[in-house]
């Protein structure tokens, strides 16, 4: 799926809970919703084919004139809720701003009314001289997507994660300083679970970069720090969890120690798995799985893109080194996806141990075309198929993947391509 305009870069790439639905957010505030066809007896492969099911304007650019700031319109997060009958319904934020959508369908109309025309004119009353009752008559599917709860006023910085809780009556949003907690049910009130803004902003060290709720414990939630740290917090120890139950870092190599350190230890993403025993985060060179029992150490550290360490500098000038990647578990907590540049994206194989580097272009992406494992070469020989590290397009960042809840599919934004990839079907 190919949008063009710089508004159409992806900002965010999230499956709903049975993989049917696929959603994408851009920089202009658009959400589409990609929906998987049906499997149809005489054109059995085109099962797994996903195609626009919904497209619409979430949030619109702003102007804040008390601070003079403008708010952009860019989706920030995407979250599904569980479906609990035939609309579905997902959460949408920008920076300030977090919405409740109801995407629904519609296939019959009403005819036949008594006050109105077909038309919708109102008829006059003296001409009415019998009762009609209203049929449903069969119309073209229609897909409505309305806002159902607006939840404004309450981040004074920038919105960078959005989780629903466990318990499907709250969801949490943080920002830079502040986690807040609300209910489904109530837009004008949200309580503050974390804060840690100091009183004098001279001496902050560090920001909230990511947060999410357990998969299913509705109590417990992790944050991520600038800083390479991971808090754990339990809202059952008190109503602001300034306090957290556990901390996880990895003490420093004092041996790799450089000027880019602090910067390349920011944690740009944390995911629970879905069993709800590891969390994973991922910093710019590096996705680690953590332990919820260990907090000392990760118990794996995966490498994604190790050659860069000798390019920090030139990615310092070029503000790469400030790219905030993502990372996704697939559906079993298995295997672990993560973006790099030049179109790059990594798999990491728990079990085995193996990796590999796929590239998502327009060259390698005809229909059920196989996408050829890439190799990256540092100084020395290169072989024909490898490609330079001096010959990486800074430019070509992949930051937002998905994997499907319970299948080898995974959604790729490319900038402002998408790629839907799936598992060799025999």
Request: net charge negative; hydrophobic share 35%; glycine share 4%.
């Amino acid at each position: 799926f190919v949008f063009s305009l710089p508004a159409d870069i992806i900002s965010t790439v999230e499956f709903n809970h049975t993989g049917e639905l696929l959603a994408t957010g851009d920089k202009g505030g658009r959400v589409v919703i990609f929906q998987r066809e049906q499997e149809s007896k005489n054109q059995p492969h085109r099962r797994g084919e996903y195609n626009v099911y919904s497209t619409f304007q979430s949030h619109e650019p702003e102007f804040d004139y008390l601070k003079s700031l403008e708010i952009e319109e860019k989706i920030n997060k995407i979250r599904w809720l569980p479906q609990q009958n035939a609309a579905y319904f997902l959460l949408s934020t920008n920076d300030k701003t977090v919405k409740l959508w109801k995407v629904s369908e519609r296939d019959k109309r009403p005819e036949g009314y008594n006050l109105k025309d077909e038309d919708g004119r109102l008829r006059d009353p003296s001409m009415i001289t019998v009762l009609r009752v209203p049929v449903l008559r069969p119309m073209d599917l229609m897909v409505e997507a309305t806002p159902r709860r607006v939840f404004a006023n309450a981040h004074t910085y920038h919105i960078n994660s959005i989780s629903v809780n466990s318990d499907y009556e709250t969801y949490m949003s943080a920002d830079d300083l502040r986690i807040n907690l609300w209910n489904f049910e109530i837009t004008n009130q949200s309580f503050n679970i974390v804060d840690i803004k100091p009183a004098n902003m001279e001496e902050l060290t560090e920001v909230i970069t990511a947060a999410e709720f357990h998969p299913h414990h509705c109590n417990t939630f992790v944050y991520s720090s600038s800083k390479g740290t991971i808090r754990l917090c339990d809202m059952r120890t008190a109503a602001l969890c300034d306090r957290h139950a556990k901390f996880f870092e990895e003490p420093e190599d004092p041996s790799n120690r450089s000027f880019f350190s602090e910067i390349i230890s920011s944690i740009s993403d944390v995911k629970f798995s879905h069993s709800g025993r590891y969390i994973m985060t991922r910093d710019y060179l590096t996705v680690k799985v953590w332990d919820l029992n260990m907090e000392n150490r990760p118990i794996e550290t995966y490498q994604v893109h190790d050659y860069l360490r000798s390019k920090l500098c030139s990615l310092y000038e070029n503000d790469c080194i400030f790219d905030k990647f993502e990372c996704v578990w697939n559906g079993s907590d298995s295997v672990i996806m993560t973006g790099s540049y030049n179109n790059f994206f990594r798999m990491f194989d728990r079990n085995t141990k193996r990796d590999v580097t796929l590239e998502a272009s327009r060259e390698n992406s005809k229909p059920r075309a196989i996408l050829k494992p890439r190799k990256v070469c540092v100084g020395g020989k290169r072989r024909k198929d490898e490609i330079s590290v001096d010959s990486l397009d800074f430019s070509k960042k992949i930051l937002h993947t998905a994997w499907h809840p319970s299948e080898n599919i995974i959604a790729v934004a490319a900038t402002n391509n998408l790629y839907i990839f799936q598992d060799k079907v025999n």
